[in-house]
C-alpha cells in the first residue's frame, strides 16, 4: 500500500465518532492558543500605557525671578497630563509612598518644592541642579521600571533645556551690553588718541621753541651788551636805515612800474617757465647718459687705440720692402686713435673725479626744473605778488622812519634789558627741560591711547551683538545642541509585529508535537505487513505535514484578519510558502524523535522545544545570552525561523530566508532518512518493545 493510502487510513479513524473528530479539530486550532493568544496579550503594550496608574507628586512652590513668575512643576504637570503616557493622578507625597508600596501605583513622580527655584537660578549669580525625583517598585512590576526610565529621561532633557534657555538668553544679552559698551568706549578711546596726539604735537612744538628761545636767549645776553655799547651808533644808524629804506622803497617803486607791463602776459611768463623746466630735464637726462657712457667710450677708443698701433707696427714699421704709400695715413690714424683715446680716458677720468659735481649739478638741475614749473603754475599771481611786494616795501619805509624814532627809546631800555637777561637764560633752559620731559611723556601717551583704542575696537568686534531673533535662534541651539536623528528601516508597527516571528514557529511545534500524540509516528500495520521504511516515514509524516497545512491557514488567518491584531506582512505570499516548509519540517523532526525514542521521544521534543527557544534570539539578540546558546545558535532550525521570518514580515534582504530555506529543506530530508531507519529497525520485535520500560 503507498504511503499516501496509509497516512489517508490514519486520519479516517478520527472520523469514527465525535471524540476523534473535537480531537482532530483541537490539533487544527491548538497553533491558535499560542500563537494568536500569547501575541493578542501583548500586541501593542505601549498604546495601552495611558491604563497604568502612576502617581504624581507635584510639590514645587514655584518662584519669581526679575518680576516673572515661574512654575516649572505645573507646566510639566500640564504637559504630562496632555501627554497621556500614563494615567496620572496627582496626589500628596504621602499617598504617592503608599500606593506605591502596596500596588495602587507602579511608580511615583515628584517635583520637590525648590524645583523652580533651582531651574531659575541656572541664570542668576548661584545656579543650583533641580532633579525630578522618580521612584519605581519591581515587586510590581519590572517592565514598567525599565519604561519609565525612557519616559523620565525624555521629560528631564526637556526640562534641562528650558532651564538653559533662560540661562543662555541672559548671557546672549549680557553680550550684546557688553558689545555696545565695548563699542563706546572705544569711541572714546579715539577721541582721546587724537586729543593726545595734539597735545603731543603742541608739546613737541613747546619744547623745540624753547629749546630756540634758551639758544637766542643765550645770545640775547651776549649780544644786549654789545646792543647797549652799540645803542648810541644804532641810533645814528637808524636814521641812515630810514633814508635806505626811503632810497629802497623809491627803487623798488620804479622798478614795479617797469616790471608790471611784463606782469600783463601771464601766460607767456608760464610758457617760459615750462620752457626752463623742459630744457632742464633734458640736460639731466642727458648727463645721466653722459655718466653712463663714458666708461665704455673710454674702454672701446683704447681699443682702437692699440689695435691701430699693431696695424702700423705691422705694416710700415717691421723692415717690410717697399714700404706702403699707406703708411702716412696710418700713422695719422694711429696718433689720431691715441689722442681720441687720451682724451676719451680724460673725460672717463673727469667724470669719476666729479661724479659728485655732477650729482650735484642733476639735483640742481631737477630743483630748477621744480622751480620752474612751480613759477609756470605761480605765473598768474605774479602780478598781484608785486603789488603786495610794494605794498609790503612801503610799509617797510614806514616802520623804519618809526624804528628810527623808537631806536632811542631802545638804548635807554637795553641796560635794563642786559640786566635781567641771565636770569631769562636760566629760566628758559629750565622750562625747556620740562618741555622735553612733557614731549616724551606726550608720545607715550600717543601710543598708549591708540593702543588702547584698537584694543578696544578689536575687542568689540568680537564680542558678539545678537538681535533677539538671533538670540532666540543661538539660546534654542546651545540649550539643546543634540537631536537624535533615529532610522528605522523596515520598523515593525508594534511589539506583536516584532514578536511574531517568534511566536508563530512556537505554536507551530507545538501543534506537530501534540498531533503526534494522537497521531502514531509509524504505522503499525505497515509495520508488521512488511512495508518500505520509505513508505512507513512518509505514511507517519503526511498526515501531520497536512494538519500542518490547516495550522498554518488558520494561525495566519486569524492574526491578518482578526480586528484586535491585523498582522501586515512585506511578503504574504512567501510568509506562507516559508511556514508550510517550517510546518513540514518540524513535523519531520517530531516524528522521527518519537519513532526513534518512543515515550522518551516526547520528552525529548520539549527539550529540543526549550533548546530552540533559548537559542534562536527571539526576545534579545543572541549575543546577550551566555555562551553555550550562542554555541548551539546556528544548529538549530528555529534559528533560520526566527531570522528569515522577520524579513518576510517586515521586509529586508531575503538571503536569510533563501538560507533558511535550504536548512529547512536539510532538516526535513534528514529527519525522514532517520525515520525510516528507524521503521527498519521497528520491523523486528523485541523483548524491549514487547515489554517497554517506561510507556506514556
Known amino acids: 500500500m503507498r504511503s499516501p493510502k496509509l497516512a489517508a487510513l490514519e486520519l479516517k479513524r478520527f472520523g469514527r465518532g465525535k471524540l476523534p473528530a473535537a480531537a482532530l479539530v483541537a490539533l487544527l486550532l491548538l497553533p491558535l492558543l499560542y500563537g494568536a493568544l500569547y501575541l493578542c496579550s501583548f500586541w501593542d503594550p505601549y498604546s495601552r500605557l495611558d491604563k497604568v496608574p502612576v502617581a504624581l507628586v507635584n510639590a514645587d512652590q514655584g518662584a519669581t525671578v526679575e518680576g516673572k513668575r515661574i512654575d516649572a512643576g505645573g507646566e510639566i504637570t500640564k504637559k504630562l497630563h496632555a501627554s497621556k503616557t500614563f494615567e496620572w493622578h496627582d496626589v500628596s507625597a504621602q499617598e504617592a509612598a503608599e500606593g506605591l508600596e502596596h500596588g495602587t501605583y507602579y511608580l511615583s513622580l515628584t517635583m520637590p518644592a525648590d524645583f523652580s527655584a533651582k531651574i ?159 630744457t632742464a630735464k633734458v640736460v639731466n637726462n642727458h648727463l645721466e647718459t653722459f655718466a653712463k657712457k663714458a666708461p ?169 551683538d545678537y538681535d533677539e531673533q538671533q538670540r532666540g535662534t543661538r539660546t534654542e541651539v546651545m540649550a539643546d545642541p543634540v537631536k537624535l536623528a533615529n532610522q528605522s528601516l523596515h520598523k515593525a508597527p508594534n511589539y506583536g509585529t516584532g514578536f511574531a516571528p517568534y511566536f508563530i514557529p512556537l505554536s507551530l511545534w507545538v501543534g506537530a508535537m501534540v498531533a503526534y500524540m494522537l497521531i502514531a509516528p509509524l504505522n503499525k500495520r505497515a509495520l508488521a505487513a512488511g512495508a518500505s521504511p520509505w513508505r512507513i516515514a512518509l505514511a507517519g509524516w503526511l498526515p501531520v505535514a497536512g494538519l500542518g497545512v490547516a495550522q498554518v491557514a488558520a494561525l495566519m488567518s486569524v492574526l491578518h484578519w482578526a480586528p484586535s491584531l491585523g498582522l501586515q506582512m512585506a511578503h504574504p505570499a512567501l510568509t506562507i510558502g516559508f511556514l508550510l516548509l517550517v510546518t513540514a519540517c518540524f513535523a519531520a523532526i517530531v516524528q522521527w524523535l518519537n519513532a526513534k525514542f518512543g515515550a522518551a521521544g516526547r520528552i525529548l521534543v520539549l527539550a529540543v522545544l526549550m533548546l530552540q527557544l ?62 525510516s531507519l528507524a521503521a527498519r529497525g521497528k520491523q523486528v520485535w523485541t523483548m524491549d518493545r514487547l515489554h517497554p520500560e517506561l510507556s506514556l
Request: charged share 25%.
Open 120 to 278: 531659575a537660578s541656572s541664570s542668576g549669580a548661584d545656579p543650583a541642579t533641580s532633579a525630578l525625583q522618580v521612584r519605581t517598585n519591581d515587586a510590581n512590576n519590572y517592565i514598567v521600571g525599565s519604561i519609565s526610565r525612557t519616559v523620565f529621561s525624555e521629560v528631564r532633557a526637556a526640562a534641562s533645556t528650558n532651564a538653559s534657555r533662560g540661562f543662555l538668553d541672559k548671557i546672549f544679552v549680557s553680550f550684546s551690553d557688553l558689545h555696545d559698551k565695548t563699542a563706546e568706549a572705544a569711541d572714546g578711546a579715539d577721541k582721546l588718541k587724537d586729543g593726545a596726539g595734539k597735545a603731543q604735537q603742541g608739546a613737541k612744538d613747546l619744547a623745540d621753541g624753547l629749546d630756540t628761545a634758551e639758544e637766542k636767549t643765550g645770545e640775547l645776553s651776549g649780544g644786549l651788551k654789545k646792543l647797549e655799547s652799540g645803542a648810541g651808533k644804532l641810533e645814528t644808524g637808524s636814521k641812515d636805515v630810514a633814508d635806505g629804506t626811503q632810497a629802497l622803497a623809491d627803487k623798488v617803486n620804479g622798478a614795479a612800474d617797469k616790471a608790471r607791463p611784463f606782469l600783463k602776459d601771464p601766460k607767456q611768463v608760464a610758457d617760459t617757465a615750462v620752457l626752463v623746466a623742459d
Open 296 to 464: 665704455a667710450a673710454a674702454t672701446v677708443t683704447q681699443r682702437v687705440s692699440t689695435e691701430a698701433s699693431e696695424v702700423y707696427a705691422k705694416t710700415c714699421t717691421a723692415g717690410a720692402k717697399p714700404v706702403p704709400a699707406t703708411c702716412p695715413q696710418l700713422k695719422k690714424l694711429k696718433d689720431d686713435a691715441a689722442e681720441g683715446a687720451l682724451l676719451a680716458g680724460d673725460v672717463n677720468n673727469l667724470v669719476k673725479d666729479a661724479n659728485g659735481d655732477l650729482g650735484k649739478l642733476r639735483r640742481q638741475l631737477t630743483d630748477l626744473e621744480k622751480q620752474a614749473r612751480d613759477l609756470a603754475k605761480a605765473a598768474p599771481g605774479l602780478s598781484s605778488d608785486l603789488d603786495a611786494a610794494v605794498t609790503k616795501v612801503n610799509a617797510l619805509n614806514t616802520g623804519a622812519h618809526k624804528v628810527a624814532s623808537g631806536v632811542a627809546q631802545l638804548h635807554t631800555g637795553l641796560g635794563t634789558a642786559s640786566s635781567g637777561s641771565g636770569k631769562l637764560v636760566e629760566g628758559v633752559g629750565k622750562l625747556g627741560d620740562g618741555a622735553h620731559r612733557l614731549d616724551g611723556g606726550m608720545y607715550k601717551l600717543v601710543d598708549g591711547t591708540g593702543e588702547l583704542a584698537g584694543g578696544l575696537h578689536s575687542g568689540a568686534e568680537k564680542i558678539p
Open 614 to 675: 533559548t537559542s534562536a534570539g527571539g526576545t534579545y539578540p543572541v549575543q546577550t545570552s551566555p555562551d553555550f546558546f550562542n554555541w548551539i545558535h546556528p544548529y538549530l532550525p528555529m534559528s533560520y525561523i526566527v531570522d528569515g521570518l522577520r524579513r518576510l514580515i517586515t521586509g529586508g534582504d531575503l538571503t536569510p530566508v533563501w538560507q533558511g530555506c535550504a536548512v529547512l529543506a536539510a532538516f526535513t530530508v534528514g529527519s525522514l532518512v532517520l525515520t
